[in-house]
Each structure stands twice: as C-alpha cells, then as structure tokens.
C-alpha cells in the first residue's frame, strides 16, 4: 500500500461497470470493433450498423449490452458472431423471442411483434387487472369519437405521478400499437399540469388495451418491396392552440413500418 493524501485522484485504466461513463465507453469500443470488420454505421441511427457481402447483408442492433443480429445467410451470422467473438464474451440466445418489452412470434407466414407482457404490466399499474368489475369494462375505441381534449378542464391532479408514469409506458407501447398513436399523442400535451378529465382519458386507453392485448406488426414473408404512404390532417382540431395535427403511415408492401402523429 502506498501513502496517499486526502487530495489525489485515481485515474481508471478502464470504465468500471455501473459508472455514468461505463455505457459511452462500452459504446465507443464495440463502435471501433465493429467498423473495424468493414461495417458502416446507419446515418439514422447510430445504434444500427451494415455490412454487404457478394452472399447478402448482414444487419447489426446494438442496445448498451443487448445485441441482435440478422441476415438471410445463417452463415454470415455466424461468421459475424465468431469475429466478435475475438474481442468480447458473448453468449448466444438462438433466435430472438424478447427484446426490450418486445415479444417476437416466428410464423410460417411472417413474423409478428407484440407487447402482450408489457400491457399486462401497464394494466397492473393503473390499477385495472380485474376485469370484472363493472365501473372499468373494456371499450371497443381507445377515445371518444369527436371529443377535443384542453389543457384546463377540470380540477388538477393532486400528485401527476401516475399520471406521467403511464402516458411515458404508453408512449413506448406504441412502437408496435400504432392504433393508439393518435390519443396517446393526446394526452402527452396534458404532462405538465395533467387534470383528472385527462386522466380518465388514459384510463380509457388502457381499457380498450385491456380488452385487445396481443394486438400487434405483422410482417409477412414474400411481401413486395412497394413502398407506400399515406397521410391526413385536421383543420385546427387543437382547441387551445388552434393548430393542426397531422398523421401519417408507410407500408412496405403489406407490412406497416412506420407512422407517426405531430400538431
């Protein structure tokens, strides 16, 4: 042991695990590993990275220590696993099944994406698991058919806690639940002064989800490679700050792969 004084600093040879900076340097060191085997980094996002071989593409997600791999040659994956190999210790879970709330059904017609668990999680936390009660049935649309939401109907929630806890889960549930975009785009607008109306709203939403929980992305095989889209929009729908919002969707041949709704 060496004499130190109140004052010195230890200098890390490398990031700790749990540390601020340990995910950045993770990062940093599986980015220059993996470009390093002639991948390119996506420009829209910087989590995705390619590589082209004369057999096919072989696509790489990277999330903090989570890492799927895709190709249509199994020999390229394979092939990839075993150079990263070479730098990290990896475990290989086979064929993707779960990822980050995301449950991945292989069909022989396609592939299907839903949050069946992470429903049931956001159920449990409005406090409306059980189905039979007769004040919290389960609807057949996630909001009421020409209603305007504002900002000040209503008295004010004594503690917006669970209010923002659920329009934040709600918001990540739309990543495969492109049918409650729309409202949950609503009520996200309501996060800083969120009152009761708005919260009942969010209850709404999640009774409708109650009764449609494995609903889902399909994305079949052999479909085409058309690429079409389609949009719309109010005409200042927003009561508060009379401006429009717009919607819009993509489909590459019959799959849906993105949309999305902004005022």
């Not at 995705?48 to 890492?67: E, K, P, R, S």
């Not at 696993?81 to 070479?86: A, D, R, S």
Request: hydrophobic share 40%; aromatic share 12%.
């Amino acid at each position: 042991m060496t004499n130190s004084s109140p004052h010195d600093v230890c200098k890390l040879k490398r990031s700790l695990y749990g540390l601020k900076q340990a995910p950045r340097a993770w990062f940093e060191k599986f980015h220059s590993t993996i470009l390093s085997f002639s991948f390119t980094q996506s420009q829209y996002d910087s989590s995705l990275f390619f590589h082209t071989f004369a057999l096919g593409i072989v696509l790489l997600l990277v999330y903090v220590d989570d890492i799927i791999i895709t190709s249509i040659d199994c020999g390229l994956i394979t092939k990839l696993q075993q150079l990263l190999h070479t730098t990290f210790h990896l475990k290989d879970l086979g064929q993707l099944t779960y990822f980050l709330g995301l449950e991945v059904h292989h069909w022989v017609s396609g592939i299907f994406l839903n949050q069946h668990k992470y429903i049931q999680d956001i159920i449990t936390l409005a406090g409306l698991e059980d189905t039979s009660s007769i004040d919290t049935p389960s609807v057949d649309t996630p909001m009421e058919i020409n209603v305007n939401y504002k900002k000040d109907e209503g008295d004010l929630l004594d503690d917006p806690t669970l209010y923002r806890c659920l329009v934040e889960s709600l918001i990540y549930l739309t990543t495969t639940r492109p049918d409650i975009s729309y409202v949950v785009h609503q009520v996200n607008q309501f996060m800083t002064s969120p009152r009761h109306f708005h919260l009942a709203v969010v209850r709404r939403i999640i009774r409708y989800l109650r009764g449609l929980p494995t609903r889902g992305l399909f994305f079949p095989t052999g479909s085409s490679l058309q690429l079409v889209a389609y949009s719309d929009a109010d005409w200042v729908g927003c009561p508060d700050t009379r401006r429009s919002t717009t919607g819009w969707c993509m489909f590459l041949g019959d799959a849906l792969i993105s949309w999305r709704c902004k005022k």
